[in-house]
């Protein structure tokens, strides 16, 4: 299995971890995800150094975790701190622990070298838990590789088909693409200037005639998209700065690899106009909640087309994967210079 | 995977084309079949050259297929003929197109290079639209590679232990068995003079006493078997050729492989008699649906055990397998032909 | 596949047999188990030698079985001794036989060399048809390698944390464990003195204050594991061999392996006091169905983790494998042995 390791991952929404162990798998590495008695979260290799049950099967004893099986227990840098039966625990009983970080009402986790685990570099994702905005999140199990789903997230021209009946609107496609890059960022950006808003932003904008479209996408390596789309009235000037006459929803994705063919895949919404509208924050939730789910069954068609197609097949590219493919650069030099 | 691929096979019968896209594994490629505007129909790969979405996912606008990610579009013979967003189209960019036949209520496909695909070597199903014939059609997944169906249709043997209550009756497996083979055909002749007639035919003829029976089985090569089968009055000389007091039935098999241990089973019975007697169809209908199901149920248990069984499994032979092996021998000698 | 080929394994309790064919994997082989005319137990390879169908899909025609496909006949000897549709039958025609013994209501099988399988060999399982005893039973298919099973249950500890609410109570682990090893056997005895009864057994045998408690354990290779569970009231000399006092439980269990990563388990209970108390009877069957349940859930999950590290993972001992290691070195010989 091929994954950029050395790098913060979603391992779970804040809200998921109560008094739970939570099992995930994250780049192939089986993991248990707990809070410990003062709620500070922990991350500990998902299997019991003794005869390989999942630690998630065991319980939470203050800030220990024991074994399910045979009552080993471990404390939270993972090592063994307890075997019923003997007073000596060997020395080399121990599960591995993982970096992990709670941020933005996510638990960040880091697969790579701890030593590497710096967390100032996580990602901005602080509209998931400002007060200036509101959110709505979700969580998706993708049947496919999460270089596929960052791939449909850097190429919005699929809006229009796929999302046809909900986020999609014509004239995206027909709108200029401008990609720009640095180090291990991308920014793809896209005017569609002076046509009708796209159903869910008619509905939460009232906008009554043609609107100028922005999609402002910028990409994190490896798997963090956070994407700015919004529309003003056409011709107040949103390009220039002013958006006063405009609303904005910041599209916010970040995917964690479960396995070569399957991801896990966070998503929220975030907005900075009408907080007190429940309504309109329920009627956003459904919306995306109904895209995102049609994108999951793209990418689970795609991985089977690519299983059965073998190593030989090769794919054509397009104007508008000018995102994708630097990013795929940026990817493919952080594995070379992983390995 | 092993499949002759220079041969038509049936990639739907035509009832299951309308409107839409039909997406079908044959000899191990992902295939899209469809009805263009005036009703002709059309094969491609289902495959987009862009970023592998199965094309049957999107949909047909007017002669062509809309790709349902990016909404690539490409014409009848595969040609990409338009790229959302740009103006030109990648050169390269185009998907598989299929040689495709409709005839006899089937569409038939070529797998196989397509400069030797030729239409006048479809093998004979006139009866499955025949306006003297009336016939029943139905379609069987089976988890069984082809050849043990092909199989199964050339040693009527087993009629007697897998069919006993439906098309069964004692007495068959005496029969003297007649095989010739000729170029990429085999013929299989059984005639049982003077039993009881099994239970389907007893009922569909009004048979009162002992019939002479006939089972004449055709195999084209390398899936295609065509038997007709049927029963007279004992003594009235159907065997020379006198069918007067008797019925027939074409009963009629085509193959199509989907993986080494998967097929597609369509199969059409065709008789010539009581024409406008619709309680007979009917019942004629489900006694084929309930005995071919048994078929369908042995292969999958053969399969899972040949699979289990591993490759230094060999089997033996016995005489009733005399058509069988001439067919494995043009088959084998068709593969030798092909790499 | 690895397995101990030249053992006596159940592969079925007597009443699974009535008239039926019953088809079971054992040791990787699909073998089908019968009972001919008289009610004497046969095992034949489940795959026809024409055409690999399972026989266990046919039928039973007195001492013989019939193909349910083509009708050849095979008799308690795997010889093939009648081919429809010819007189001769081909002298390689046959299917392997299992040399195959019914003793305390169990169906024995071995299938390795037959020149080998000598029942005197066949462990001592008496308790489950003695009419000295009443015993329960019970089957579970386990979705894991039959040795887990059996490391299960050579390390007892584990009883104090996956079954602390059936079977376990505090203390086991605390008290002192002796291991005692020749040839193919393995005692390991465990006493626990002056402690608060489990549930089950308080409810069984009404003891008002604490009891002396042991646990028994022999285990015969490869997969057969008597344990002799009981308590009596605290210093009334069990231990020295006085159980008057006292109630025992046999805890017998016996496993077969079915492939690498699933086995099958069969298990019965049996105790010498009460005899006649059916309610106690219903109690006990219900306590072990449910306790041995907890069992091949963590097996299932062990199985899953060890599949997903792969090879390279090595786990530590702990005191309470003491039994475990001693076992694992006599299977790794009696394979060792047998390739």
């Given amino acids: 299995m091929i994954f950029i390791k050395n790098a913060w991952y979603v391992a779970a929404e804040s809200h998921e971890l109560t008094g739970n162990l939570l099992g995930r798998t994250i780049c192939g590495d089986p993991i248990v995800v707990f809070r410990d008695s003062n709620g500070a979260p922990a991350a500990l290799e998902d299997r019991c150094c003794h005869r390989h049950l999942p630690l998630s099967l065991g319980k939470r004893t203050g800030d220990k975790i024991q074994c399910g099986y045979h009552g080993l227990e471990f404390d939270k840098t993972g090592t063994c701190v307890s075997v019923p039966g003997q007073k000596r625990v060997p020395p080399n009983a121990s599960v591995r622990p993982y ?7 996510y638990i960040w986790i880091w697969p790579g070298d701890p030593d590497k685990a710096d967390p100032s570099t996580i990602p901005d994702y602080h509209w998931n838990d400002d007060p200036n905005w509101i959110s709505n999140s979700g969580y998706f199990h993708v049947q496919g590789n999460h270089q596929l789903l960052v791939d449909n ?26 990609t720009y890059r640095d180090a291990d960022q991308v920014r793809i950006e896209r005017w569609i200037m002076d046509k009708k808003p796209p159903a869910m932003f008619a509905t939460a904008g009232n ?18 998209v956070v994407i700015d789309a919004g529309c003003a009235n056409a011709g107040t000037g949103a390009k220039d700065g002013n958006r006063n006459e405009g609303i904005t929803v910041y599209s916010n994705h970040t995917i964690t690899p479960e396995t070569n063919d399957s991801c896990h895949y966070f998503w929220h919404h975030a907005r900075n106009y009408r907080l007190d509208d429940t309504e309109l924050t329920k009627f956003l939730a459904n919306a995306a909640q109904t895209a995102f789910g049609e994108d999951v069954d793209i990418l689970a068609a795609q991985q089977r ?11 054509i590219d397009i104007n508008a994967d000018a995102g994708v493919l630097q990013a795929r650069r940026v990817v493919t030099k952080m594995l070379e210079a992983e390995t």
């Fill in 99 to 105: 970096p992990i970080v709670e941020r933005y009402r």
């Fill in 305 to 315: 087309n690519i299983d059965s197609a073998g190593r030989h097949w090769e794919g």
């Fill in 153 to 178: 997230l850097l190429d919005l021209s699929h809006v229009q088909f796929v999302h046809a009946t909900t986020l999609g609107a014509d004239g995206v496609t027909d709108a200029p693409l401008h």
């Fill in 207 to 224: 906008f009554l005639g043609n609107v100028d479209r922005w999609q402002l996408i910028s990409w994190t390596a490896p798997t963090h």
